[in-house]
């Protein structure tokens, strides 16, 4: 997953947590003790309670009341619930869909998908397919796209050169080391021309499928945040989107970026997910055209300054990719 979107970097406390109720040992809400045998007292008491409950009924729909009973409430886990597109995105839900929608920040890209899974948030929208498969297959559940919404190019920088052609034979380009953006780096200077990967490389590509004799360029590893820091002592570095902002990277001067609409970036989509059970909830596919709405689509390519491409694949089209990546990953660990 990762530019700030494409996470495999980064574990914390989520920001939502079950509810706070007494419960008994078995997880569900104790009940209260039984009252004594005061019966006409609490029938006393119960018509009092229902005669003020149906004042204070009739009273809201003489006043109009609040529509917000009607929505359809949704917990989404993200990484960037700061950004001001999820304002937009909110306000949307509500005015067309009539979602309720809670975004649930996490600090930690590792929490967001284990907190799907166990039932703390109803949707997530941070990763892209690649990510997600790493998780499924590990983690033996089945979180299930059920839309698209975005890639972000990964790029290459250098503060030594201004074209890949000026790289020299033996140049050094650090790449992270996380294992999803390792091989998307890894095939991102193989589109360059920069290096070659043994059997044309897949998402899963390692150094030790770099072809040397036939590749013009050396890489070295190192944590996805170092790579910016690390320009100054290499030729050039693979960085991903959110560390070249904060290192204040023109984007407009990488030397090299993957090609979002090519095959070998399909892995790299980012996606709306939920529970496999959930995946034709219909009102979770009212979050996903809310999320493609035109003024939410405006301020996102605001907010990533054009570097993201907006993608809006079908639900079916990301699945059947996810299955392809776990198929691979599954084949690659059995060997």
């Known amino acids: 997953m990762t530019d700030k979107h494409t996470p495999a970097d980064e574990t914390s406390t989520p920001a939502s947590s079950t509810h706070d109720a007494t419960s008994a040992e078995n997880g569900a809400t104790a009940l209260p003790p039984k009252p004594k045998n005061n019966t ?35 917990k989404v886990g993200t990484t960037e619930a700061s950004d001001p597109y999820w304002n ?5 839900g509500k005015d067309k869909y009539g979602l309720d929608i809670e975004p649930v920040n996490f600090s930690d890209y590792t929490q967001a998908n284990p907190a799907l899974s166990e039932g703390q948030v109803d949707l997530n ?14 983690a033996k559940q089945n979180l299930t796209p059920i839309g698209a919404t975005y890639i972000v190019p990964l790029a290459l920088y250098s503060k030594k050169h201004t074209s890949v052609g000026q790289f020299p034979q033996g140049g050094k380009i650090a790449i992270p080391n996380d294992p999803t953006n390792q091989a998307r780096a890894l095939l991102l200077l ?17 150094p030790a499928d770099i072809d040397a004799g036939a590749s013009k360029v050396t890489v070295t590893a190192v944590n996805a945040e170092q790579t910016a820091a690390a320009l100054p002592s290499v030729d050039g570095a693979i960085v991903n989107n959110n560390f070249a902002a904060d290192a204040k990277l023109d984007p407009s001067k990488a ?5 979002p609409h090519a095959a070998s970036s399909k892995p790299y989509i980012n996606v709306v997910v939920a529970r496999a059970a959930d995946k034709d909830n219909a009102d979770y596919a009212k979050f996903v055209k809310a999320y493609h709405d035109p003024s939410v689509e405006k301020l996102i390519e605001e907010r990533t300054k054009g570097t993201s491409v907006l993608v809006n694949n079908s639900a079916s089209e990301v699945q059947g990719i996810l299955a392809n990546l776990e198929a691979q ?3 690659k660990g059995s060997k």
């Open 255 to 259: 030397l090299f970026k993957d090609d």
């Open 88 to 92: 937009q995105l909110v306000k949307v």
């Open 329 to 331: 990953i599954k084949a």
């Open 125 to 138: 929208q941070f990763q892209h397919l690649q990510f997600l498969a790493d998780y499924n297959t590990k």
């Open 190 to 206: 193989q589109s360059a021309g920069l290096l070659k990967l043994k059997g044309g490389g897949t998402s899963l590509s390692t």
């Open 40 to 74: 006409g007292k609490y029938v006393a008491i119960g018509a009092g309670v229902l005669v003020v409950a149906l004042a204070a009924g009739i009273g809201a729909k003489v006043l109009g009341g609040s529509s917000d009973d009607k929505l359809t409430h949704l």
